[in-house]
T-cell receptor, first 117, second 113 residues
Framework: GAVVSQHPSRVICKSGTSVKIECRSL??????MFWYRQFPKQSLMLMAT?????????EQGVEKDKFLINHASLTLSTLTVTSAHPEDSSFYIC?????????????FGPGTRLTVL | AQSVTQLGSHVSVSEGALVLLRCNYS??????LFWYVQYPNQGLQLLLK??????LVKGINGFEAEFKKSETSFHLTKPSAHMSDAAEYFC???????????FGAGTILRVKS
């Protein structure tokens, strides 16, 4: 139980284009989803927290207009990287916290490798 | 602000030897503590968590960790390393259920045959 998926697993795009990454909780309802970014050989850095039906809360230094987050349902959150540039190339990982019984642990997706050319 | 320090960015052990990965946290109140493992190009898998119950926590794959409030530590151990344990390990802290995690820098474990 408590499986989180991400799609796509890997994406390559040209500079200036937008990329959408999906995060789904497959077997539970996620009240809260988190988006992290991990640069090579570094730890995970929280970008934003999203709750179903409300606006995401962004961490200091993360541009909310560049990294658009939508948490439209209890099983789906999306991260859109707008006008991507090479410095946005990174490993993006989402996590989810569920309802009763799953509220104290974040379950992580497998990650999405974004490469901006 | 919370912070997590993992001593040793790389740890190398022989197969069958004890694994000890160190984690210290800074917090004015006992937090919730987690250990996650990450294999190359994959997401994180929860190994174990401390949520104010027993101070010695047993996790998956033979790992365990002990919460020591006096030392603000939550070190991860495994009595006998296996080749499949080679991965990167992250210690993380959260101040409340369902809240954001703050991660340590990670420790890469190498297991030698």
């Amino acid at each position: 139980g408590a499986v989180v998926s991400q799609h796509p697993s890997r994406v390559i795009c040209k500079s200036g284009t937008s990329v959408k990454i999906e995060c789904r909780s497959l077997d539970f309802q996620a009240t809260t989803m988190f988006w992290y970014r991990q640069f090579p050989k570094q730890s995970l850095m929280l970008m934003a927290t999203s709750n179903e039906g409300s606006k995401a809360t962004y961490e200091q230094g993360v541009e909310k207009d560049k990294f658009l987050i939508n948490h439209a349902s209890l099983t789906l959150s999306t991260l859109t990287v707008t006008s991507a540039h090479p410095e946005d190339s990174s490993f993006y990982i989402c996590s989810a916290i569920g309802l009763a019984g799953l509220t104290d642990t974040q379950y992580f997706g497998p990650g999405t490798r974004l490469t901006v050319l | 602000a919370q912070s997590v320090t993992q001593l040793g960015s790389h740890v190398s052990v022989s197969e069958g030897a004890l694994v000890l990965l160190r984690c210290n946290y800074s917090s004015s109140v006992p937090p919730y503590l987690f250990w996650y493992v990450q294999y190359p190009n994959q997401g994180l898998q929860l190994l174990l968590k401390y949520t104010s119950a027993a101070t010695l926590v047993k996790g998956i794959n033979g790992f365990e960790a002990e919460f020591k409030k006096s030392e603000t530590s939550f070190h991860l151990t495994k009595p006998s390393a296996h080749m499949s344990d080679a991965a990167e390990y992250f210690c993380a802290v959260s101040m409340e259920y369902g809240n954001k995690l703050v991660f340590g820098a990670g420790t890469i474990l190498r297991v030698k045959s």
